[in-house]
């Protein structure tokens, strides 16, 4: 992990400020002498700086996006807990952690946030910019605040806009939180059992029907209790609450639900016809959280956009499980830029999307 410690005051688009800011971040493989290997990967809510960790399949030596060809570049957001600053810092005073009274964060001071470090590394052009759910609202937000800066975007499972749908899967989760006493107490348990009931609320909209029908389904007929399916949410909600701060979580579903891209800019069309870049936009065909209009509006925006729905029976979740698929689609949108190598015929091949269905995590969320 690297550091970018900055002590100028960081405005905030509520009017706010943080005194002084630290950005965390990974770096993965060499900046060519042309700088223009670059790959700005952008994670999801829960997500950390090591894409190859949570994205294999389409990050990774040998994979379409490779630290041996390309220079990878992951952020931690601001809010977070995996290395930049959030609600777990301590105040500048010193005295005691921000908590619940952390300023409240926007997808465009994650953006501002971004191009801060971009200019930190003297990167000039980013030739691909990627990322998912949250991770394409903030690059949704940074290429329109700086269009120069990106030659090419892939935006997947994403939007301009968050819905009311989405805001409102996101305040049960903080509803969930708030019956938590314990919530926001400073301790270091506090917040487990919200945080847990909010991350099991969290994987119905990640997830599909088919997803747990697949998966989770009984091979007993006979049960009255102890359900597969009980206890694979709750077994996900004790997961988050092992490696994920709730007053994160708090902040930065608030700062997903504020997502607005055409905020003060006129709307979300005028907002998006100032996007540059090359723009392939991805949707799933089984998402509910992130449907595949919200998509078509942004490729209906962007200048030039191409329009892509893949298939998946993983919802949300399918951005980041069928890499196979986005992987055919990023080479075929880049026309090889991405690799000097062809796709193989195991990319070209169609996929077959009800296998291996062993259910991922949502490390990303």
């Given at each position: 992990?690297?550091y970018l410690?900055?002590?100028?005051?960081?405005?905030l688009?509520s009017g706010?400020?943080?005194?002084?800011?630290?950005?965390?971040?990974?770096?993965f493989?060499?900046?060519?002498?042309?700088?223009?290997?670059?790959?700005?990967?952008c994670?999801a809510?829960?997500?950390?700086t090591?894409?190859?960790?949570?994205?294999?399949?389409?990050?990774?030596?040998?994979?379409?996006?490779?630290p041996?060809?390309?220079?990878?570049?992951?952020?931690?957001?601001l809010?977070s807990?995996?290395g930049?600053?959030?609600p777990?810092?301590?105040?500048?005073?010193?005295?005691?952690?921000?908590?619940?009274?952390?300023?409240q964060?926007?997808?465009r001071?994650?953006?501002?946030a971004?191009?801060?470090?971009?200019?930190h590394?003297?990167i000039?052009?980013?030739?691909?910019?990627?990322g998912?759910?949250?991770?394409g609202?903030?690059?949704?937000e940074?290429?329109?605040?700086?269009?120069?800066?990106?030659q090419?975007?892939c935006?997947?499972?994403?939007?301009?806009?968050?819905?009311?749908w989405?805001?409102a899967?996101n305040e049960?989760?903080?509803m969930a939180?708030?019956?938590?006493?314990?919530?926001?107490?400073?301790?270091?348990?506090?917040?487990?059992?919200?945080l847990?009931t909010?991350?099991?609320?969290?994987?119905?909209?990640?997830?599909?029907?088919?997803?747990y029908?697949?998966?989770?389904?009984?091979?007993?007929?006979?049960?009255?209790?102890?359900?597969?399916a009980?206890?694979?949410?709750r077994y996900q909600?004790?997961?988050?609450w092992q490696?994920?701060?709730?007053e994160s979580?708090?902040?930065l579903?608030?700062?997903?639900?504020a997502?607005?891209?055409?905020r003060?800019?006129?709307?979300?069309?005028?907002?998006?016809?100032?996007?540059?870049?090359n723009?392939?936009?991805?949707?799933v065909?089984?998402?509910?959280?992130f449907?595949?209009?919200?998509?078509?509006?942004?490729?209906?925006?962007i200048?030039g956009?191409?329009f892509?729905?893949?298939?998946?029976n993983?919802?949300?979740?399918?951005?980041?499980?069928?890499t196979?698929a986005?992987?055919?689609?990023?080479?075929?949108?880049m026309?090889?830029?991405?690799?000097?190598?062809?796709?193989?015929?195991?990319?070209?091949?169609?996929?077959?999307?009800k296998q291996?269905?062993?259910?991922?995590?949502?490390?990303?969320?």
């Open positions: 992990m690297q410690h900055s002590d100028h005051p960081f405005p688009e706010q400020q943080l005194d002084r800011i630290t950005i965390g971040y990974q770096t493989g060499q900046l060519n002498k042309s700088k223009d290997n670059v790959v700005w990967v994670h809510l829960t997500g950390n090591n894409p190859m960790g949570w994205w294999p399949g389409l990050v990774g030596k040998g994979e379409t996006i490779d041996e060809r390309h220079f990878i570049v992951c952020a931690n957001i809010g807990c995996y930049s600053t959030g777990d810092d301590w105040r500048p005073n010193g005295r005691q952690p921000y908590g619940l009274t952390f300023p964060l926007t997808t001071d994650m953006a501002k971004h191009e801060l470090l971009a200019r590394l003297e000039d052009q980013i030739q691909l910019g990627i998912g759910s949250l991770g609202q903030q690059l949704v940074w290429a329109v605040i700086y269009p120069q800066r990106f090419h975007l935006l997947l499972a994403t939007n301009a806009r968050h819905s009311p989405g805001i899967f049960a989760q903080r939180l708030q019956a938590d006493a314990t919530f926001g107490d400073g301790t270091k348990e506090g917040g487990h059992k919200g847990a909010a991350r099991a609320i969290a994987m119905l909209s990640y997830r599909h029907y088919q997803t029908e697949y998966g989770q389904a009984e091979t007993e007929h006979d049960k009255l209790d102890d359900f597969r009980s206890s694979y949410q909600g004790e997961k988050l490696r994920f701060s709730p979580y708090w902040i579903s608030k700062a997903m639900d997502h607005n891209v055409g003060n800019r006129g709307g979300i069309a005028q907002a998006l016809a100032k996007i540059t870049a723009t392939l936009v991805i949707g065909d089984s998402d509910l959280l449907p595949v209009a919200e998509q078509s509006e942004l490729a209906e925006h200048p956009a191409r892509e729905v893949i298939n998946s993983f919802g949300h979740d399918g951005f980041l499980t069928e196979k986005i992987s055919l689609l990023l080479h075929d949108f026309q090889g830029a991405l690799t000097d190598r062809t796709a193989s015929p195991r990319l070209r091949k169609k996929v077959a999307f291996n269905l062993v259910l991922p995590g949502s490390e990303s969320f």
